[in-house]
């Protein structure tokens, strides 16, 4: 019997061409937070085509018909094989026109080994081959250098005008697909390293920088009289507490709500990056200055518009766009009771919660609540010279719209005074900020992380000493007015803002007593 060269009867082996299998990394924003993606390409042998798959979306889908014209524009020819684009992890929903960069190079690059790792590639395409920015680019890549994800970052070169903020990235800015090409070809991946100026005056303390940009659009010169209101919205900015003024109609009210985002403390850098990415997420492109939003919602506003929603894709809210600053409710009783109790979460835990049948996102809400309201439906209950035209009832049932749980996370309440030919000017909104600065230099020499308006129970504890003078006097105010551990917390938080104001090393007697005036009765 002859021999044969094979052992029994496998088949003779038949050297194949490896297929390789390429990766770059993209990512893709899941609420606030980033993703990671890892965009890999196979071309095998089958009917020709080009798919992706991985849970892409529709914008996503469409990357195929950008790519291919991008790629042909460009001279480059598709192999008759089967394309197969994979985004993993799979079980994630991916969204995003910034994906089009990372496929078309996958495509380009399928013949060479990518071996450059720890580098995430981001850019729409043009059809004529054009690298374009998208409006989620900034908040994705912000997201993954504060995970510690991202180091460097090919980009679209116009995209730099804002990235260039994000400090500790490389990027490597990119105009057209023939450029991004060439840097794996020619494995040539120089970054351009930018640095930005904040136009914005530097405060050290401790170390640590802050940034206050100085803009007065509206004076409280401009105001005449309402001492008491002044002085509250003083120690409302300087530790961002939250505000509630009541008065007839035109005493000034909104004059003081408007006034006081002039005035409020500097922004730490990443607070200025959190804000910008929230007005990203918004659609709106941001100007980096380092001044605190103000956002002010009509009355008629819906649920969704203010805390965000969506019924598939969660959208930010007014709730969250006033993040590190102010939000504004004017004719307070007028919105909706759902409204203003759903409020109180975010007032509390400082974040808003959205949940969807297909998502469930978290936003920060870091904000200072400003109130304005009138003391009844007709507006002139204390006036001295208007008749109110209100039943008892009528104003009873205007009144309780407002919960005394709501109320309790206020801690300055207003009522103001009606308007006299002999109110004068007095402070303006420059010496008011002198002292709103000086305050927060206090707070922050201290070893504060938050202002006092936002302390939590165990910083109260640590940060506002009572003399014993002061402890006998809250200790009444506990037995007498039955507060409960918030109200309690609140009137030390604003006694130290008071006492800041007034360089004071302990809250006094005197600084707890004006704090005990600004509370509900």
């Known amino acids: 019997m002859s021999k044969n060269n094979h052992s029994g009867n496998l088949p ?13 990394s993209c990512a893709t924003l899941n609420g606030l937070s980033a993703q990671s993606i890892e965009v890999e390409a196979t071309f095998t042998k089958g009917l020709p085509g080009f798919s992706v798959v991985g849970l892409a979306s529709s914008d996503i889908q469409e990357a195929r018909e950008r790519v291919k014209s991008a790629l042909l524009t460009n001279e480059f020819t598709f192999p008759p094989l089967k394309i197969t684009i994979n ?9 995003g026109t910034h994906f089009d960069l990372s496929i078309a190079l996958l495509n380009a690059l399928h013949e060479e080994k990518i071996e450059e790792e720890n580098i995430f590639v981001f850019g ?6 054009k690298v374009k920015s998208s409006s989620t680019l900034f908040p994705i890549i912000l997201s993954l250098k504060e995970q510690g994800l991202l180091t460097r970052a090919i980009v679209p070169k116009g995209a730099m005008q804002y990235l260039s903020h994000i400090a500790d990235v490389e990027f490597i800015a990119v105009e057209n697909l023939n450029e991004a090409i060439a840097l794996f070809k020619n494995k040539n991946f120089q970054a351009s ?93 941001p100007d980096f200055k380092a001044k ?20 598939h894709k969660a959208r930010i809210g007014e709730v969250a766009l006033a993040h590190n600053g102010i939000l504004f409710f004017d004719e307070l009783p007028h919105f ?46 204390l006036s001295k010279k208007r008749t109110c035209r209100c039943s008892e009832q009528e104003v009873k049932r205007y009144k309780n719209r407002l919960s005394d749980p709501f109320l309790d996370r206020i801690d300055l309440f207003v009522v103001m005074q009606e308007i006299s030919m002999n109110d004068k000017k007095d402070y303006t909104s420059h010496q008011l900020k002198i002292m709103v600065n000086s ?7 201290r070893g504060q992380k938050n202002l006092n308006g936002k302390l939590q129970e165990h910083e109260v504890e640590q940060f506002c000493k009572l003399t014993e003078d002061s402890k006998r006097v809250l200790f009444s105010a506990i037995e007498r007015f039955s507060l409960s551990h918030r109200s309690i917390a609140s009137i030390k938080k604003v006694a130290r803002t008071i006492a800041d104001l007034e360089n004071s090393a302990n809250i006094e007697k005197s600084h707890l007593l004006e704090a005990l005036s600004y509370r509900k009765r």
Do not use: W
Request: overall charge positive.
């Open 12 to 24: 003779p082996k038949v050297n194949k061409k490896k297929s390789i299998v390429n990766h770059l």
């Open 87 to 95: 985004l993993s992890p799979s079980d994630l929903k991916k969204s």
């Open 124 to 129: 729409e395409l043009g059809l004529d081959g």
């Open 193 to 285: 390293t930018t640095t930005f100026n904040y136009q914005a005056d530097k405060i050290e303390v401790n170390s640590e920088t802050f940034y206050d940009y100085i803009e007065i659009e509206n004076d409280f010169a401009d105001i005449k009289g309402q001492g008491i209101a002044k002085r509250a919205a003083l120690i409302a900015a300087a530790g961002m507490h939250n505000f509630m003024m009541e008065g007839n109609p035109g005493c000034g009210k909104s004059m003081i709500a408007k006034r006081l985002k002039d005035i409020l403390p500097p922004l730490r850098e990443k607070e200025i990056l959190s804000i910008a990415k929230h007005q990203f997420l918004d659609g709106t492109i």
């Open 292 to 311: 605190r939003p103000m956002r002010s919602p009509h009355h008629t506003a819906t649920s969704a518009s203010i805390f965000g929603g969506g019924s």
């Open 336 to 381: 909706s009771k759902t409204i203003l109790e759903a409020l109180r979460e975010p007032l509390q835990d400082k974040r808003v919660n959205i949940s969807r049948v297909n998502s469930k996102v978290e936003y920060e809400a870091d904000i200072m609540f400003v109130a304005a309201m009138n003391p009844c439906p007709c507006g002139n209950a």
């Open 439 to 445: 305050a927060f230099k206090a707070q922050k020499r």
